[in-house]
């Protein structure tokens, strides 16, 4: 097993591999620094697994405006014209995203970053906090978190799920 320093101390790092079960992924992402993770089912818009419990897509009102974050993960995320992402009762701003496939995208708000990724089976959505002098877990900008999960999870899954 490899190591992981983090807040000082060592901790034991999960191998990533293909046979983890869902909830296990969800346990090696947060290793990673995510502080919230979901994944849902494709098909059934079900989530599969999730951290913690309430991790989940909901529906609620902005304003005058229903927003039911299931219809966030099935819209086009190629599309330019598409500024915002909400799930887990917040928007992000899009900074960044797959324009020639519409596999992944990434977003932040002021505290926080959100990395969202498209396999054929599953949605993977992941947020962290900002690091800052008051938040000293998370990432310093929402490239490092897309950087680090694709790194350690996401491109050895391509193909597989």
């Known amino acids: 097993m490899n190591l992981r320093e983090k807040g000082g101390r060592h901790q034991k790092k999960k191998k990533l591999n293909k046979t983890m079960s869902w909830d296990e992924y969800c346990q090696a992402i947060q290793q990673l620094g995510f502080s919230k993770v979901t994944i849902v089912n494709r098909e059934t818009y079900v989530a599969i697994a999730q951290s913690p419990k309430e991790a989940i897509a909901t529906t ?3 304003g005058s405006t ?3 974050e299931n219809e966030e993960l099935s819209s086009d995320w190629k599309s330019s014209k598409r500024q915002l992402f909400r799930f887990y009762g917040m928007k992000f701003k899009i900074v960044k995203r797959d324009e020639s496939q519409g596999k992944w995208l990434i977003g932040e708000r002021p505290s926080d970053f959100i ?3 498209a396999f054929q ?3 993977f959505i992941a947020s962290a906090r900002k ?4 938040s ?3 990432f310093t900008s929402a490239q490092e978190a897309f950087d680090t999960i694709n790194k350690e999870l996401w491109s050895g899954l391509e193909g597989y799920i």
């Open 60 to 62: 609620y009102m902005d």
């Open 121 to 123: 089976a599953v949605w």
């Open 131 to 134: 690091k800052s002098d008051q």
């Open 66 to 68: 229903t927003i039911n």
């Open 115 to 117: 990395v969202v990724r």
């Open 136 to 138: 000293k877990t998370g």
